[in-house]
């Protein structure tokens, strides 16, 4: 029922239906009071009525709320602008429930907020205690061609490109069913709040 009120809440907030999307989100608080997917929703209505800064509060509480799903919150808040104290909160969360998601945040975040040197040095962290093709394809793309045999590092980028498109991000914990994209609702077993986004290979 939480998630039939997200799906209502989802589409009055496209239409701008804004104080109807409030009511529906309330409606799947009562619901569930730690529904990670209306807390997203209404990070959402929270950035266009309070700002930027309530909204990353929002959705940064997504993490106490249920860590295996913050991946889909720091997708949210990659459409924020970059600060230091969310990206050490994300930090902090990645390094006990690593994901994607984060991964490519914090690089963006550090990119944005400190300089090349500080996100190489998080390039080659990631790269060493988490291998994923995310990360190892993201280092390759930051080396200067100097450093590398070119025609080597074009192939292993090519390589790894095609896996990249070819994986599958998500998967159901209840059944394993696995895609590219978020489902609330699994499409194989049909039981909802069961699909995680998976990190690594």
């Known amino acids: 029922m939480a998630h039939y009120c997200c799906q209502l809440a989802e589409e009055a907030i496209e239409q701008s239906h804004d104080a109807d999307g409030e009511k529906y989100l309330a409606k ?40 295996s799903l913050f991946s889909e919150s720091v997708v949210e808040l990659e459409l924020l602008s970059f600060e230091q104290e969310t990206l050490q909160a994300v930090d902090r969360v990645h390094q006990h429930q690593p994901s994607q998601s984060s991964f490519i945040y914090l690089y963006k975040a550090i990119s944005a907020l400190q300089d090349e040197a500080a996100a190489q040095q998080f390039l080659l962290r990631e790269v060493s205690a988490r291998p994923s093709l995310t990360a190892l394809d993201t280092y390759l793309e930051r080396q200067p061609v100097e450093k590398t045999n070119a025609e080597v590092r074009g192939v292993v980028r090519h390589t790894l490109q095609a896996m990249l498109a070819r994986r599958d991000r998500y998967v159901c914990r209840n059944c394993g069913f696995r895609g590219n994209q978020m489902h609330w609702l699994c499409p194989k077993c049909k039981r909802w709040g069961e699909i995680r986004q998976r990190y690594g290979l």
């Open 28 to 67: 799947a608080f009562s619901y569930d009071a730690n529904c990670v997917r209306a807390s997203i929703l209404k990070a959402r209505l929270i950035r266009k009525t309070a700002g930027e800064a309530q909204a990353k509060q929002q959705l940064l509480c997504v993490a106490d709320q249920d860590v």
